[in-house]
């Protein structure tokens, strides 16, 4: 029944004519830029059959840009989402396999088994205290570059790939000429949480503060309890 609903509210959407209509439809209207490849179509799919369904679905409808999100089997289809330029943000690989019969280290290697057959991946925290967990992307990265891929290879994981797949990658996700000085620095290797010591942030070139109310509490306390 829900599928029945999403299909009839796509097809009244693709169908709308914004000038042939008296009563305006602001959702169907912002749709449109979906068909015409303007926007792109964020689908959470995460098993084999969710997502073969979902390809299927945005093909039937003529949406030219889809984003898969989640994507926990998404390696099992690597090669459709290949052919049809569908790349891939996988959800917090620090998790569990969803099978009991997955090897066990599934979910930081899915990314090196995707992005070796040709598909744009990217990695994300979305999910319960998402504002906390996005602090542990790099190490998300560190994981996968253990997996299968070499720390460049997974740092763009979290730079030039996101950028790609939001469209921004003429402006950011990585360091070039005439694109924005978005980046930081650190002492150490910025995927390892033993060595990831932010010394520097910029955003569009200016240097942002680093300092925070646990920092500054250690600054005022480090002294304190030091052994004479």
Do not use: C
Not at 114 to 125: D, S, Y
Not at 199 to 209: E, L, M, P, V, Y
């Amino acid at each position: 029944m829900v599928v029945n609903e999403i299909e009839n509210y796509f097809t009244q959407a693709n169908t709308y004519d914004i000038k042939s209509n008296k009563s305006k439809n602001i959702e169907f209207e912002a749709l449109k830029k979906l068909f015409n490849g303007e926007q792109k179509l964020y689908v959470n799919a995460r098993s084999e059959n969710q997502i073969i369904d979902a390809v299927d679905f945005v093909k039937e409808f003529g949406i030219k840009n889809m984003v898969l999100v989640h994507g926990d089997e998404a390696y099992k289809v690597s090669t459709l989402l290949k052919q049809n330029n569908i790349p891939v943000i996988l959800n917090r690989v620090h998790s569990l396999p969803r099978s009991e019969d997955d090897d066990y280290d599934l979910p930081f290697k899915s990314a090196s088994i995707l992005t070796k057959n040709g598909v744009i991946v990217a990695l994300e925290a979305n999910g319960d205290m998402e504002r906390m967990s996005s602090r542990n992307l790099p190490f998300y990265a560190g994981t996968v570059s253990g997996h299968g891929l070499s720390d460049e290879e997974a740092l763009q994981l979290i730079t030039i790939n996101p950028a790609k797949i939001l469209g921004i990658d003429d402006k950011y996700g990585s360091l070039e000429v005439g694109k924005s000085a978005t980046l930081f620095i650190s002492e150490g290797n910025a995927l390892d949480m033993r060595t990831n010591v932010l010394s520097r942030a910029f955003i569009d070139g200016r240097d942002i503060s680093l300092e925070t109310h646990q920092t500054e509490l250690w600054k005022r306390y480090m002294d304190k309890y030091k052994e004479n």
